[in-house]
């Protein structure tokens, strides 16, 4: 065999080899280093459109003042949320609030004013999670949007995740659920139990729903602490209405625990709604909001009401 062929040979086994170690070897090391940094940068990217949603608590212009009646709730949770931020030094590690809270109740009761004010209040910030920016088409995606908004939770920590509606993303499983579905809740419940295995992130998941009998157990679960917001009664009524005239001229003419005695079965959203009208008509019509204008609108409110109910 002459020169030639033997340089020929051994180039065509050089590449031979050079091409197996790159296959079995390089190439992979090359994807893998790839695929990371594109999850790295992927998880930012779902991480900045997730920070949109999130309050600083000088941004947040609710606060307890502004909220009338449910005071032992409200007492309940302002403790629950200092020991989780500011535990006691060499105390019992049983010694901790949960990581969950479940707020639960009847519609317009003010669960997001309490959850909002909350935050003010202990000044943490404020994580609102809309379920509408985690939901995606592709494959996996999801579960990439629930990755982010726990890495975005601790890198801006103490916050308050605030979910409300819970119960649209949480509910019950079963044996023909979806397959997208049944992967997005193991990866929350995955996460969550990251939260709960270290108590010093000062993270805590907030959820609001009014049908909380359609939560899964295992969700239930990591939510210990169940508080109803129940519909205000008599003196919140009253309470309510005093917080939503007190910037009006003429609070002499206006009986507000006459108001409040008729408004019962009423939510705080209802009496708001009630007011509203009542400011917006009078002040339409060039009169002086008084007691009669207030029970008139709220005869129409209720009977509204009642013949939505008919075709529910």
């Known amino acids: ?32 280093r790839l695929w990371n940094r594109s999850s790295i940068q992927r998880r930012l990217r ?41 535990p006691p030094t060499n105390a019992s590690r049983l010694l901790h609030a949960p990581s969950g809270l479940l707020l639960y109740g009847p519609p317009g009761c003010g669960k997001t004013m309490i959850a909002r004010a909350l935050a003010k209040s202990s000044g943490v910030r404020f994580l609102s999670l809309n379920l509408a920016t985690i939901m995606d088409k592709w494959v996996g995606e999801t579960e990439k949007y629930i990755e982010a908004l726990f890495s975005l939770a601790r890198k801006i920590a103490p916050v308050i995740i605030f979910v409300d509606e819970i119960d649209a993303l949480t509910r019950k499983r079963g044996a023909g659920e979806r397959e997208w579905s049944s992967g997005m809740k193991a990866q929350l419940l995955t996460f969550w139990d990251g939260l709960q ?38 003196e919140q009524r009253a309470a309510i209405l005093r917080i939503l005239l007190e910037d009006l001229d003429t609070p002499d003419v206006i009986d507000v625990d006459l108001i409040a005695e008729m408004a019962t079965g009423c939510s705080g959203s209802d009496i708001h709604e009630m007011a509203r009208r009542t400011v917006l008509n009078t002040t339409l019509s060039k009169t002086i909001p008084d007691t009669e204008s207030f029970l008139t609108e709220l005869d129409l409110l209720q009977s509204e009401k009642i013949n939505c109910r008919r075709y529910i």
């Open 1 to 32: 065999m002459d020169q030639k062929a033997l340089q020929f040979l051994n180039l065509f086994s050089i590449s031979l080899l050079t091409g197996y170690l790159t296959a079995e070897y390089v190439w992979p090391f090359i994807k893998r």
């Open 46 to 86: 779902h991480e900045e459109e997730l920070s949109y949603g999130a309050l600083h608590p000088d941004e947040i212009s609710t606060g307890f003042e502004d909220i009338g009646g449910n005071e032992e709730a409200i007492l309940r949770l302002r403790q629950l949320t200092d020991l989780l931020l500011a």
């Open 197 to 234: 295995s270290d108590r010093t992130e000062g993270v805590i998941i907030l959820g609001a729903t009014n049908r909380p009998q359609d939560i899964d157990e295992a969700f239930l679960r990591r939510m210990p602490v169940q508080i109803k917001i129940d519909l205000p009664g008599l």
